[in-house]
């Protein structure tokens, strides 16, 4: 059974206590969107699942939202369709209901990741689309030199994509998704060549793995970061980020059709 908090969130966070600003920094980016348009193809009833504040809806042209969470569904765009309150792991919908389905950001933090895949399964008939990280990966990332706790947080809830593809089942592919410059999806990796902008507390709020860290790992980082940068240590080792215009590093779509 799915424990949920009194926000309604249904996963390993409470975005009622952390999630206030997450739309005003975890705004989509387009670039990103038109992988997950591509993944999608001519689907065009889409289960977006896990929607938050229903960032990327715009990569399908019909669209039935899924959020457990009080205070992410109220975050949404008027222009967006109003988000079903339930979670992954217990969709109420018919078998092949939908055309195709999405979940973006939000695996990692399911009480039952292989459960919510079968679920999304079950009630598509075409694409099921999964935008997520790989866990394999996320440690080679500049970041964990300053917050090793937070990139071993996201190594840790992050499913491993051969469990995501095993459980979705059919014909699976996996790609990874370039991080461009100026990402407007403020996820940690999309400040590679801008770590400044991860000196902005609510910046790290709208990142959930923050959350699972201590306030002396977070003055930690600050400090270190602070001081690295001012001396210009961290531009002798990382500067060539700035003026890489995209950054393959952890993220991914994982596709699966029957």
């Not at 695996?107 to 679920?119: F, I, M, N, T």
Request: glycine residues 8%.
């Amino acid at each position: 059974m799915t424990t949920r908090t009194e926000d309604g969130s249904a996963g390993d966070v409470d975005y009622g206590a952390i999630g206030s600003g997450y739309s005003s920094y975890r705004r989509p980016d387009e670039r990103i969107a038109r992988h997950i348009a591509e993944a999608l193809g001519t689907a065009r009833t889409v289960l977006n699942v896990g929607a938050g504040s229903g960032s990327y809806e715009n990569a399908a042209q019909a669209v039935t939202a899924v959020e457990p969470s009080e205070s992410m569904r109220a975050q949404r765009p008027a222009r967006l369709v109003r988000a079903i309150d339930a979670v992954a792991e217990n969709l109420p919908f018919a078998d092949g209901e939908f055309d195709g389905a999405m979940t973006l950001f939000s695996v990692h933090q399911w009480s039952d990741v292989q459960a919510g895949l079968r679920e999304m399964r079950r009630v598509t008939r075409g694409p099921v689309v999964v935008l997520t990280c790989d866990p394999a990966l996320v440690r080679d990332f500049w970041l964990y030199r300053y917050a090793p706790e937070v990139l071993d947080t996201e190594a840790r809830r992050y499913p491993a994509v051969e469990e995501v593809a095993a459980a979705l089942g059919g014909n699976c592919t996996v790609r990874a998704v370039p991080i461009p410059l100026d990402c407007t999806d403020g996820f940690n990796e999309a400040y590679y060549g801008r770590p400044e902008k991860l000196l902005d507390p609510a910046a790290r709020q709208a990142c959930s793995a923050w959350s699972f860290v201590d306030d002396l790992a977070r003055e930690r980082f600050d400090t270190d970061l602070r001081r690295d940068l001012a001396s210009g240590a961290w531009d002798e080792e990382f500067g060539s980020l700035r003026r890489r215009p995209v950054y393959e590093g952890s993220l991914v779509v994982v596709r699966a059709v029957p």
